[in-house]
């Protein structure tokens, strides 16, 4: 069970290559985290699939949960997914850019990975309107 100030958690944002989860399990991490990765949600769907065919129980968090965690000094480890990368930084997916300024102000390692999957930089209004295939906002 987690209590406060354990710093046991590896949070994982993306879609990673199988290798990223053959890493996990070497290290036996016991508390991986997953980001819904919305508006797709592929990133979780993928995510922990792997994770359940590795015997590794993954925990499934909406996006803004992240600060709680940190908030709590949860976090251990942030892995994310990468499209691109250059001396200036990475190209990651959607809420990437809040897990690293929190990994940053709670002084907890990021660690970029190339994607598993090249992936859409602009979502469709039907993506980003509904939530799991549900309409959740009106269009304008």
Known sequence: MLTKNEKSIVLLHGIFKPAIFDLLKEKKAKEIFILEGRPSLESSRVGSRE???????????????????????????????????????????????????LAKKHNVPVNLYPSGKATKLLGNQAEIFSFNGVKVAPNK
Do not use: H, W
């Not at 000094?73 to 691109?84: A, G, T």
């Open 51 to 101: 994770l359940l065919r590795r015997k590794l129980k993954p925990t499934l968090i909406a996006d803004n949960m992240a600060g709680f965690l940190f908030n709590r000094n949860l976090v251990k480890e942030v892995r994310l997914s990468y499209q691109l990368s250059d001396d200036n930084g990475a190209l990651c997916t959607i809420g990437a850019l809040i897990l690293g300024v």
